[in-house]
């Protein structure tokens, strides 16, 4: 998957409330559904665009399917985002100058 496809999937702002909240530990669609004002079909939906995008994964468990995060869904980002670490010292430099100027 590219990195538009991986932005495209993270777009959304459940998923990517989802995404975090799968950050701290492995649930279930129904616990994942807590907090949020959506149906269980719907929860699946946004799940199902996640597991497509290599974001999560799925470990059934009886009758229960646990989700949690595949981190290695977001290498194609790891590239994007070296492109632009350049970008940075520049940026925190002019923050720093700032900050200088203000405190004068």
Not at 95 to 104: A, P, R
Request: no cysteine; hydrophobic share 45%.
């Amino acid at each position: 998957m590219s990195e538009a496809d991986i932005f495209k999937v993270l777009a959304d702002p459940t998923r990517r409330a989802v995404f975090e909240r799968l950050a701290t530990a492995e649930m279930t669609a129904t616990e994942l559904r807590e907090g949020f004002a959506i149906s269980q079909p719907a929860m699946s939906q946004h799940l199902a665009v996640l597991r497509e995008a290599g974001l999560v994964s799925e470990r059934r468990k009886g009758r229960y399917v646990n989700y949690r995060i595949e981190p290695a869904g977001l290498a194609p980002l790891h590239g994007w985002l070296a492109r632009h670490r350049a970008f940075w010292p520049q940026w925190i430099d002019q923050l720093k100058d700032l900050l200088k100027e203000m405190d004068q």
